[in-house]
């Protein structure tokens, strides 16, 4: 498979030494790479090691693939116009290649390795560039191949078997738009900005990302009536035509139902032919010239740091930290999660998701229901008591942050904590508590709450107080039993044992034994608003004694 992709890369060899790259060296670059990439298990696509240490059989990934695509294919038959299920097919399509190619190759793409093995060598920017991009291209197109074989197959039932080639070019085209549009927004960042501004970049579109296609997953099939996407006529809005799943259905459109083709549908199944091919060019042309000197800026750029050479300042995070945290050892802890945090971008990646994730879920669960339009569900929701079940949603935020506030790649930097002379590491984790509290669930709870007040009326400000007060319960005894880490001191695990399972279970099941009672004594307002007092003293309690945890209770990492 690898010599042949080589052999088609080959047919580009006349454009791309028009723009400077060295083709011989091109092709022994992406040999090696493919080589490496054989060798190698990726994230999105391979099994995890086992605990034997062995990697598993990637074939179960490429069965995976292979089913949805069947899924994606069923698009295919949704109208009776194959320009739209087309549309929606390559829709899918491509939002599935570029989350394979924001997940799997962003290291890739700006992987610096390359400035210590070929830069020494006489090897130009354009040349390096461009194997970047067509190494990630020649990969992505073998996983497209798995993903668009039952499309290729399924549309022989609509179109006839001569709908196969062309579906085939089709998939090509898409992938090879996935793959250009994605590092065309990575080419221009890494142009435009800073090397610290784009690592952050590229981190919140990866989370944006995720989010986009989390709420696509469970909110479209509830708020969009799919009867009414059989009958709609894609070209008949404007802005449709600025869309590249368009275009690449337009070619079928253009070829096989020329009854219905127009000035219009030829012209986009021109640009989706010519758009790629034109890319490749810009990419060699324009922005590959200087990339290595900006990846190099960009791998030097320590994102943690900057404060060197600076007199240091109170801030707002101080202030606020001398507030809630007056003990020395708390506020030092409370300091030390709130820096760290914003500075890691694996902690975010893991947590900030979570914030989206809730309202999501919400609606999913709330919006649940057949035969009805969206304005009767919201109609509904108003009537009832479904507030109370998304603010206990909320600990679906306060346990990622638990589970993650303690892990850092960077675990072995935690020695500070084991030299420092501190009798009760529990007041660092008190101050870390605080921190979880103060800076991302209380303002999160805040924010619901007012959506509540909104939707619901003023009537479920003892409810919101009350479920909050639960919540922050769940959230001690997750803290006690456990996090029983200092703040980014432990090495990311991908998993927690099976004790600490059972007792997430648990910790779990009674909290929602608590809603389900807070869900039945809510028509009981005085009620609703004593029960508020013996849990904040639960709240008070137990962290009192979250604080007097010892070094015996900590997890220690080994950071020699």
């Keep these: 498979m690898d010599k042949l992709l080589l052999k088609l890369v080959g047919l580009l060899n006349p454009l791309l030494e028009k723009t400077g790259v060295d083709v011989m060296q091109l092709h022994e670059i992406l040999r090696i790479k493919l080589l490496i990439d054989n060798r190698r298990p990726k994230a999105v696509f391979t099994s995890r090691k086992a605990k034997s240490g062995k990697v598993q059989s990637s074939f179960l990934a490429n069965f995976l693939i292979v089913v949805m695509g069947c899924v994606m294919g069923a698009l295919l038959f949704i109208s009776n116009k194959p320009l739209v299920g087309q549309t929606l097919y390559f829709s899918i ?71 196969i080639p062309l579906f085939f070019l089709q998939v090509i085209e898409a992938t090879l738009l996935s793959v250009l549009l994605v590092n065309l927004v990575y080419f221009i960042l890494i142009k435009l900005v800073s090397p610290q501004k784009f690592k952050d970049i ?9 989010i986009t296609i989390f709420a696509i997953y469970y909110l479209v099939p509830r708020l969009i009536n799919i009867s009414t996407i059989k009958n709609v006529d894609v070209l008949s809005h404007k802005w449709t035509c600025l869309l590249p799943p368009v275009w690449i259905a337009s070619l079928n459109e253009a070829i096989f139902h020329a009854g219905r083709i127009n000035f219009t ?59 809630v945290a007056p003990d020395a050892i708390e506020n030092a802890g409370f300091k030390i999660t709130w820096k760290l945090a914003a500075r890691t971008r694996e902690f975010k990646m893991k947590v900030f998701p979570a914030f989206a994730y809730v309202p999501i879920y919400f609606l999913y669960f709330a919006f649940n229901g057949k035969g009805e339009t ?5 109609e509904r929701m108003q009537h009832n008591t479904t507030y109370i079940f998304l603010i206990y949603l909320t600990t679906f935020v306060l346990s990622s942050i638990l589970q993650n506030v303690s892990q850092s790649a960077k675990y072995k930097s935690a020695w500070v904590y084991y030299t420092l002379p501190i009798d009760q590491p529990g007041k660092i984790l008190a101050g870390m508590y ?19 007040l909104f939707i619901w009326g003023p009537s479920t400000i003892n409810d919101v107080i009350l479920a909050f007060t639960v919540s922050t319960i769940y959230g001690m005894l997750m803290a006690l039993f456990m996090v029983k880490g200092l703040p980014f001191s432990k090495p990311i695990m991908v998993k927690a044992g099976g004790g600490k399972m059972i007792i997430s279970f648990v910790i779990l099941g009674l909290v929602a034994a608590l809603g389900f009672g807070h869900v039945f004594i809510a028509k009981w307002e005085n009620v609703v608003w004593l029960l508020i007092i013996p849990m904040l003293l639960i709240n008070w309690i137990m962290f009192n004694q979250y604080k007097k945890q010892t070094w015996d209770a900590i997890e220690l990492a080994d950071v020699d």
């Design 93 to 163: 399509f491509m939002v599935m290649m570029a989350l394979t190619l924001i997940s799997d190759f962003t290291s890739v793409l700006i992987d610096t390795r390359d400035q210590f093995i070929i830069a020494p060598r006489p090897v130009n920017d354009r040349t390096v560039a461009m194997a970047r991009f067509l190494h990630i291209t020649l990969y992505i197109t073998r996983i497209a191949l798995y993903q668009g074989l039952p499309g290729i197959l399924l549309i022989a039932f609509i179109d006839g078997l001569p709908a």
């Design 202 to 210: 590229i981190n919140y579109i990866q989370i944006t990302f995720s």
């Design 434 to 452: 605080k921190a979880i509290i103060v800076i991302y669930f209380l303002p999160y709870c805040l924010i619901i709450s007012m959506a509540m």
């Design 374 to 378: 969206i304005a009767d569900k919201y």
């Design 265 to 323: 549908v030829i012209a986009l199944a021109v640009i989706g032919l010519i758009f790629p091919i034109t890319g490749i060019w810009f990419v060699a042309k324009v922005l590959a010239p200087g990339f290595n000197r900006k990846l190099a800026i960009v791998s030097t750029a320590d994102g943690d740091s900057g404060v060197t050479n600076k007199t240091y300042k109170t801030d707002f995070r101080d202030k606020l930290a001398n507030l």
